[in-house]
């Protein structure tokens, strides 16, 4: 169950870095947010 939700935790943060191709900053608030929720959950 836990990597289930990590891989759609990780499809989603991929889809928003597409949609937001070229912004920078929006790109590095994704991954910011990605990585708490990652390491929150190990």
Do not use: P, S
Request: aromatic content about 4%; proline content about 0%.
């Amino acid at each position: 169950m836990k990597e289930h939700k990590e891989a759609i935790i990780r499809e989603q943060a991929i889809l928003m870095m597409y949609r937001n191709q070229g912004k920078v900053r929006v790109i590095a608030r994704i991954l910011k947010r990605f990585m708490k929720c990652i390491n929150g959950r190990l």
